[in-house]
């Protein structure tokens, strides 16, 4: 038995800036939406007040996913089905009491794009496949919209929206939804499967993701101290040099005219022009060859990739994980 399957969701933190671990386990994160489909049968719906107020006897949904998660002969399949993972696992399984299920029931349609060398969006392999039904273009605007919170009344605190707020663009929601897990499931019968070796790579894949690599927390904070430390020591020698009259050698069109009153005219500032400036004869005025010497190092100094690894781990174990794609 299969299950194809798609969450729709939404937070105050953003997927693409915390990875989808981090994201699930965020506290603001729910769930808008679940679409589903036994094998091929019709696409059911749970929405968040099903899962909310555990409406089972309303919603014989809820009673059908459960018994296909409980059941180690179903295997689940999903479009990057790493997200979906993640949502089973943080929201399904901690704040609902959904069981488990493990990396080896679970299949990948992206994968099996990946495999065949064609795109791994969604959209991008059901054009090249030329598939009867596409992705809905006009409900993905609708869902980016419902995912992010937006201001409350007067420019007040972030809120969320509701169905109550938008039912029409609720209703869009769902139908955006079913019509993902009807195109997952034309892309799964299009595709051969992994072969028995690549699915074992897979499956290592997403266990290496899940397992995460640990993190010097202590370490990467006084390595950005450092680099903070020597990006204003720079900054503070830059405006010394230039006699405070700007505050940074990213004032480009300042720097340029300072350079040139001093002999340097040059035609920009990009990277391949101070190298070559640099690298070519001494120039007469030491503190000009100093200026660049410290803008082209102020380029090369960022903090943001250990910033990212920070916003990206989890704090719980300090592992960050996503950092493979297949």
Known sequence: MQVHIDFETQSLVSVKDTGAWVYSKHPSTSILCARFAVGEGEVKLITNRHLRDYCFDEHKALNLLSEMSDDPEVIFTAHNAAFEQCIWQNIMVERYGYAPIPIERWRCTAAKAAAMSLPRDLKGVAEALNLTTKKDDEGHKVMMKLSRPRRGKFGGELVFWTPEDCPDDFEKLYSYCKTDVEVER???????????????IWFLDQKINFKGV?????????????IEKTVADLTTEFKEI????????????????????????????????????????QLDAQ????????????????????????DRRDSSDNRL??????
């Open 186 to 200: 034309l892309v799964d019968k299009a595709l051969p499967d992994l072969s028995q070796r690549e699915q074992k």
């Open 214 to 226: 640990q993190l010097d927390v202590a370490a990467i904070n006084q390595t950005t101290q450092f």
């Open 242 to 281: 230039v006699n405070h009259q700007f505050d940074s050698p990213g004032q480009v069109a300042k720097f340029r005219e300072w350079l040139k009153e001093n002999g340097c005219d040059l035609p920009d500032l990009q990277a391949a022009t101070v190298d070559a400036r640099l690298g070519g004869p």
């Open 287 to 310: 503190p000009v060859h100093r200026a660049l010497e410290i803008r082209r190092a102020l380029s090369k100094i960022s903090t943001s990739k250990y910033t990212s690894m920070l």
């Open 321 to 326: 994980r996503d950092t493979l794609l297949y």
